[in-house]
């Protein structure tokens, strides 16, 4: 068997470097784009680590003026996105490099939409043709290297920041979002921690599972869709039992991106639960997700049988069709340690009417093959929160 070497460049969907030690490119990288007082963007716990300070001082020695922001909460919120822009706007940044996981790299991406903007943060929402009020020669370029494989945030349009004045995740979108130049590189991953790398893994899953169900015309989403989660079944597993495993941790960078593009056909009701739960209990929402995974699989049961069916042969399950596919989901996150339940992690059912309310007005229930209520929607909670794996 030929071996693949793991490294090349893309330009689709956005400018990629994929491949390991590839971040030493970046300084490099910042002058190409223009960059020459870049802000640095990145998660609090990644802050101090010899990674980052190796990016810094790689900037610095390169004549670069570089500076670190990284006060970004688990769900960044509007407040994070606003004392970063100032950061921005105090140190006359020019541009600016997202390192980390989705947390940093979404508010790194507000930073830089924000950079000129004169209107606030929230007329930016994803509504209507809000994103034709954003003045785009105002924004700053963004380069991102992400730190973990999950989000995809790295090759996305949209950052996800929460509201806290009304406890709402909201979707800021504008086409520009996209950043110019990604990095992935596997070195940066290796010490990601075990249940960390599994609930990231499962984000990436979720993304790309809702996509290939998603009811859109969208054949190339639905083919990335389909091989990246091929991807997630070889390469999850070995990545959480070997964080050294750089092949493993390479392929979970591209399944995470592939996952984000992806995800163009639509989401569903995975992510419209997600998100309002991220909201009000501050929860990790790649954690969320991979708990909520079978349960929204049947309450879409009746209508996702066709796709479970190829899904079930691509993937060469040892069962057919949406029985063998469950199953698949529920070994695999037995074997990576994901709670049975919303309950095992401190969500109960008490906000189970409001829940139900947010979800189904959460943009990304319009994607779900199912047009669920506020009803099926607390349902559904009601469930995951009990533990119950009853067909919808």
């Not at 501050?282 to 349960?295: E, Q, S, T, V």
Request: hydrophobic share 45%; glycine share 10%; aromatic share 6%.
């Amino acid at each position: 068997m030929t071996e693949i070497r793991l490294s090349a460049n893309w330009n689709y969907p956005t400018a990629i470097r994929a491949g390991a030690g590839r971040v030493r490119e970046l300084p490099a990288l910042c002058f190409e784009f223009g960059m020459r007082a870049p802000l640095l963007v990145t998660d609090p716990g990644l802050a101090s680590l010899p990674m980052i300070n190796n990016i810094l001082n790689g900037c610095e020695e390169s004549g670069l003026r570089v500076e670190m922001f990284a006060n970004i909460k688990g769900n960044p919120s509007g407040q994070n996105v606003n004392e970063g822009l100032t950061v921005f706007r105090t140190g006359e940044h020019d541009g600016v490099l997202a390192v980390g996981g989705g947390s940093a790299l979404d508010a790194a991406k507000a930073v830089a939409l924000m950079a000129g903007q004169s209107r606030p943060l929230w007329d930016f929402e994803d509504e209507a043709d809000n994103y034709l009020r954003v003045n785009e020669d105002a924004m700053a370029p963004v380069i991102a290297v992400p730190t973990t494989a999950g989000t995809g945030s790295e090759v996305g349009r949209s950052s996800v920041i929460t509201d806290e004045d009304v406890q709402l995740k909201r979707i800021i979108f504008h086409p520009r979002m996209l950043p110019e130049q990604v990095i992935l590189d596997p070195e940066l991953t290796v010490g990601l921690p075990a249940n960390i790398t599994a609930a990231t893994g499962m984000d990436a899953l979720s993304h790309n599972l809702e996509a290939f169900c998603a009811p859109n015309f969208h054949p190339m989403a639905e083919g990335i869709a389909l091989e990246a989660m091929r991807l997630v079944s070889l390469y999850l597993p070995r990545a959480f039992v070997d964080g050294n495993d750089i092949e493993a941790r390479m392929q979970m960078l591209v399944a995470s991106s592939m996952g984000a593009t992806a995800f163009q056909r639509g989401l569903g009701a995975m992510h419209a639960l997600a998100h309002p739960l991220g909201a009000l209990f501050d929860a990790h929402h790649g954690l969320l997700n991979a708990i909520l995974m079978p349960y929204v699989l049947l309450a879409n049961e009746r209508v996702i049988g066709e796709p479970m069916e190829r899904l079930a042969r691509y993937l060469d399950l040892p069962k057919p069709g949406f029985g063998g596919v469950l199953d698949w989901v529920l070994q695999l996150r037995t074997d990576l340690g994901i709670p049975n339940s919303l309950g095992e992690i401190g969500i109960q059912p008490a906000a189970s009417e409001k829940v139900g309310e947010m979800a189904a007005k959460d943009p990304a229930a319009g994607g779900n093959p199912v047009a669920f209520d506020a009803h099926d929607y607390r349902r559904i909670f009601l469930q995951a929160c009990e533990g119950q794996l009853t067909g919808g």
